[in-house]
């Protein structure tokens, strides 16, 4: 990543502040630690249970102790993981799974078939891919301790595919005593079979999370290659400290207090290009997309024209200018299938004006008979890409007379509160702001955000049956042709009904120190495996 040349004297003042930043982890030895790599996270993991929450934290942590039965290569192909032989029938329809040898919980019992069918049928309850796969199923069980199948009512040539899927919520296998519970209830149990097990004793709740080497575990004989092949861990320990503000972590970054950092300071970006010891790295080279989720069982956002006045009001540039404020790494979006995949459309995008069109929204707000509605954002003070927007967004509500406040709390608070259905008076909400990987946006058979189905769907819920039923049809469509015309027929209908407002797309790079090698580079996840530091 090229890093372009800033003001002199902000960058100047930037590194001054970071150097002027007294550290809370001075505890330090003359010798490096090579076998403990620390990364920072900006937000606390308060949920450990990733088929309940889509939050970052928490799938980063499932890809750290769990497994997949399926895992995406760097081209984005699937391959088997926990699966070691696999066969479809000659009818396509069923599709038979035998688990590869030495596979075992961390409390040292044998994983088996009969886990694997209670995760994918708990999975399922809340993830669009398995919500299709179920819908499509007449069958899913064991036929003894190392395998099971799938009987589909109809060919699927999709299904490792969405397996495979890093949109969460994502399949990650768990006990069987863990998946049986419903998806609505969290599992709190740390226990797994990935390569990582989760240290509970030295976990420091809202400060630092330890992940020890899982000794039993064996990886695949394939080298490593995107999140399949080998999980080789290759370190004794990994450390995550939460540091929510990023002149305090780029501190830790630069004296080696930490290695990693999740999230490297736009703002301090020179600094960090400047320093011999330290690497911007862009592991998502995709980027991702800014999105405004609004709460369709509520008032005013159960109106159509009020959701159309959103789409109307938002200036990407003028959100993204506060978001990301780094001009050559960011873009408009208007295809609710992002900028970079074979789908990106312009169908039904003439509403898009750049600046945004505010008598617009007026208008509309005035035709849907707007009365005054409270509107509650959900601002996470830990976030700030999503805080700043979240002030711009009240701000901007203001303007056009619209009762708009924040409610300001941490991002782990929001992942928890955007679960409530109910009105703001009982602990409801109306917006929050989030972003998704642009690759996810390539398949709205797996992105959760793109999911129309009502109470099923993602937060915010959106509702639209013309929608689904051609959200339906992905799967049997065979050419990229017909994909990409059936993508412009979903994307109209979207924009009609407006699903959500995007607010812009941004490719952020990573920030760790030179020593720090082997990061794998994917949307999403954030792999802690093949990862190495040497004392240089």
């Keep these: 990543m090229t890093i372009s040349r800033r003001d002199l004297i902000k960058t100047t003042i930037a590194a001054g502040a970071v150097l002027s930043i007294p550290s809370e982890m001075r505890a330090q030895t003359s010798l490096v630690d090579v076998r403990t790599i620390r990364m920072r996270q900006s937000t606390d993991l308060q949920v450990f249970d990733p088929i309940w929450t889509t939050s970052t934290p928490t799938a980063h942590y499932g890809a ?12 984005f192909m699937p391959q088997p993981q926990m699966v070691g032989n696999w066969a479809i029938s000659d009818d396509k329809r069923t599709y038979t799974f035998q ?9 040292d019992t044998p994983v088996t078939a009969s886990d694997c069918v209670a995760s994918i049928r708990r999975w399922a309850e809340v993830s669009p891919a398995g919500q299709l796969i179920m819908a499509r199923t007449t069958d899913i069980s064991a036929k003894d301790k190392n395998t099971f199948t799938i009987v589909l009512k109809e060919p699927l040539s999709l299904l490792p595919s969405l397996l495979a899927e890093v949109s969460p919520p994502i399949l990650y296998i768990m006990r069987e005593q863990d998946a049986s519970r419903p998806a609505s209830e ?4 740390h226990i797994g079979s990935g390569p990582f097990k989760y240290n509970e004793a030295l976990a420091k709740p809202g400060a630092s999370y330890v992940y020890d080497k899982n000794e039993k575990y064996i990886p695949r004989q394939e080298p490593p290659d995107g999140l399949a ?127 945004g069109d505010p008598e617009k929204a007026k208008q509309l707000l005035k035709e849907a008979g707007y009365a005054g509605e409270k509107i509650v954002i959900m601002s996470p003070t830990d976030w700030p890409p999503y805080s700043n927007g979240s002030q711009l967004l009240v701000a901007e509500l203001h303007k056009i007379g619209v009762n708009a406040e924040l409610a300001v709390m941490t991002w782990a608070e929001l992942a928890t509160r955007r679960a409530n259905k109910g009105p703001i008076e009982d602990g409801g909400w109306s917006i929050f ?11 709205p058979l797996s992105a959760s955000d793109l999911a129309a189905n009502g109470d099923q769907a993602w937060y915010g819920w959106p509702k639209n049956d013309e929608y689904e039923a051609l959200r339906a049809k992905w799967p049997d469509v065979e050419t990229l042709e017909e994909r990409r015309e059936l993508a412009r027929k979903m994307q109209s209908l979207w924009w009609d009904f407006v699903g959500d407002v995007r607010l812009g797309q941004f490719i952020s ?28």
């Design 64 to 75: 750290a102790i769990y497994d997949q039965l399926f895992a995406l290569d760097s081209n």
């Design 186 to 189: 969290k599992v709190t149990s």
């Design 433 to 443: 702001i989030t972003d998704f990987p642009d690759y996810v946006h390539g398949n």
């Design 99 to 107: 688990l590869r040898d030495g596979l075992q919980w961390h409390d």
């Design 509 to 536: 790079p990573a920030a760790h120190r030179k020593s720090l090698t082997g990061l794998i580079g994917m949307p999403q996840i954030v792999p802690m495996w093949n990862v190495q530091k040497t004392s240089a």
């Design 229 to 355: 092949g080998a999980k080789v861990v290759k370190v004794d320990r990994v450390v995550w400290d939460i540091i929510s503000d990023d002149q305090t972590a780029l501190a830790a970054l630069q004296t080696g207090e930490v290695d990693y950092l999740d999230r490297a300071p736009v703002d301090l970006l020179p600094v960090i290009g400047s320093d011999p010891n330290l690497v911007l790295q862009v592991l998502d080279k995709a980027g991702a997309n800014f999105i405004l989720r609004m709460n369709f069982l509520q008032k005013p956002f159960d109106n159509v024209k009020v959701r159309r006045a959103m789409l109307h009001l938002v200036d990407q540039e003028a959100f993204l200018s506060v978001m990301h404020p780094d001009a050559e790494h960011t873009r408009v979006v208007t295809s609710i299938f992002g900028n970079e995949t074979p789908y990106t459309n312009d169908a039904n995008t003439g509403w898009y004006r750049k600046g």
